[in-house]
């Protein structure tokens, strides 16, 4: 089954924003980064889910980077965007930024790479559209994703020698 290509601009989320409270800090007295992490898949489930046209699952989450903390009262802005489509897979970019609105400064807190699979009634992989890649940022994404799935399908090959048969 052959599916039109989408455009990067059709899944795209640019904005979704969380307002930081007390109850969403750690023990630092900075955002929780579990909870942060958790937006963050809800956030690329939309993203995957509306390039698919599918129910979508999270089959890995790699390269979370933490490079800054946000704090209470800051507000976390997601931009999430669909880097590359594959048969079923979708690698879907993830970054963060807190706004300090009362000081009017933003700094980047948060990147991260979540793969997503499409996935019928029965959680069989389902056939995703090609992604079209339409300004050069875009493209550039596109190829640093096959390169990161390369990286990602290499150590899986290389850990399998370590399996002892227990669950992982």
């Known amino acids: 089954m052959t599916l039109n290509a989408k455009p990067v601009s059709a899944s795209r989320i640019d904005n979704h924003v969380y307002k930081i409270f007390p109850n969403d800090l750690n023990a630092r007295k900075t955002a929780f980064g579990g909870m942060i992490m958790s937006i963050a898949d809800r956030v690329a489930v939309v993203a995957a889910e509306r390039h698919s046209g599918s129910v979508c699952v999270t089959a890995s989450v790699d390269s979370w980077h933490f490079v800054a903390p946000a704090k209470e009262n800051d507000t976390l802005v ?33 990147s991260a790479y979540f793969t997503f699979v499409a996935v019928d009634e029965n959680g069989k992989p389902l056939p995703v559209p090609a992604l079209l890649p339409e300004t050069d940022t875009e493209c550039k994404r596109f190829a640093a994703a096959e390169v990161r799935r390369q990286a990602r399908l290499s150590v899986r090959e290389s850990l399998k020698q370590f399996k002892s048969g227990a669950a992982d």
């Not at 965007?81 to 948060?110: C, F, L, P, Q």
């Open 78 to 110: 997601f931009s999430v965007s669909v880097n590359r489509a594959w048969t079923s897979s979708m690698e879907i970019g993830v970054r963060v930024d807190a706004e300090n609105s009362y000081e009017n400064s933003r700094k980047h807190i948060v």
